[in-house]
């Protein structure tokens, strides 16, 4: 159950909130985001919670059956839409994120923006630590990597995605992260998954190679819990039986996480298949089943990147993508409205 106050609510109303719940033993969280106080009520039971709304400052209250109550679809009506760097991404806002796998350097970083500008794209996505299967390949430039990425996409004024480790590693990045990645290796760093939530960032969480879709939503509900609303949802593609590509992409996932929560929901094609000539494809397929949003590996040179250049395109295949998914969206919308 989850008790909407008005908000905002004073530390006054929240505590005189709080002990009426206590009074009908129930045991409950508060949660501030930047337009809601929720009380989450996660322990007892109440034979009629219409008594609830007697409480002063109670606004509405929502059942929900979800072990996930916030992220639930059952609480919140209609889907959200999170802004990062004024971009909007929702269901009604379609977007890319597209750049390197890894940061590289300078020459790199500038070749990817301006390609990005020049079809209207407004978040670049690079990854400066990088987790990566063998311990002798390449890592990630660190936080100079960063650094530059931000002096980069400043000049031509991007935003940028990347991706974070360790709770260590928060602090020193956030000032110039405009979007914090999860990896799928991290879906379930729940210590991680807290951190990032208190930054304040958007969060773009991926699903892990083996995770249950609901344990995928368990996890963003970590990153709620602490107040932090800005939350992606990322499908990446899971590992299968199959070895003919990288992963396989879970378009299935697509409709059921817009049915099952109200939050974004964006697709990762290029980790999703992992080969190149199929990328393009599989990102068309998920705009078509409606992802808000595509998280793609690009580069100048696909054949010569330090990481990932299997499933990185060129920026010919690139612009095809871009023109094809935005067409594919307004079909969509069209159709649905």
């Given amino acids: 159950m989850i008790v909407q106050l008005h908000h905002p609510a004073s530390s006054e109303v929240i505590g005189e909130a709080t002990r009426f719940l206590e009074a009908l033993k129930l045991k409950c969280r508060t949660v501030c985001t930047a337009d809601s106080t929720l009380l989450v009520v996660h322990s007892g039971q109440l034979q009629d919670p219409r008594s609830i709304r007697q409480c002063p400052g109670v606004r509405d209250v929502h059942h929900i059956s979800d072990e996930f109550k916030l ?13 990062a760097r004024g971009v909007d991404f929702g269901p009604n806002h379609f977007q890319f994120m597209m750049g390197p796998c890894s940061v590289e350097g300078e020459e790199q970083l500038e070749a990817v923006a301006k390609f990005l500008k020049s079809h209207d794209v407004a978040l670049m996505r690079g990854g400066v630590f990088k987790p990566r299967s063998s311990p002798y390949s390449f890592r990630g430039m660190g936080l100079d990597g960063l650094k530059l990425f931000r002096e980069v ?16 590693q928060i602090d020193a990045m956030a000032k110039n992260v405009d979007v914090f990645q999860i990896g799928a290796r991290n879906m379930q760093n729940f210590n991680l998954l807290e951190a990032v939530g208190k930054s304040g960032l958007p969060v773009l969480l991926k699903r892990s190679m083996s995770g249950t879709l609901e344990e995928f939503l368990h996890c963003a509900e970590y990153v709620y819990n602490v107040g932090n609303d800005k939350i992606m949802l990322c499908e990446r593609g899971i590992r299968t039986f199959e070895g003919a590509y990288r992963n396989t992409f879970d378009v299935n996932a697509i409709s ?4 099952r929560s109200h939050l974004p929901v964006i697709a990762d094609p290029s980790h999703g298949v992992g080969l190149r000539r199929h990328v393009v494809d599989v990102g068309l397929a998920a705009v078509a089943a409606g992802a808000d949003g595509l998280l793609v590996e690009i580069h100048p040179q696909p054949d010569t990147a330090v990481s990932d250049r299997n499933q990185t395109l060129y920026f010919d295949q690139a612009a095809r993508l871009i023109e094809g998914g935005r067409q594919f969206h307004a079909l969509r919308q069209a159709m649905i409205h």
């Fill in 71 to 83: 992220v639930s679809s059952q609480w919140k009506q209609g889907r959200s839409t999170v802004t």
């Fill in 153 to 168: 996409a400043d000049r031509h004024d991007l935003g940028i995605v990347t991706e974070v480790m360790e709770v260590a």
């Fill in 256 to 259: 059921y996480l817009q049915s």
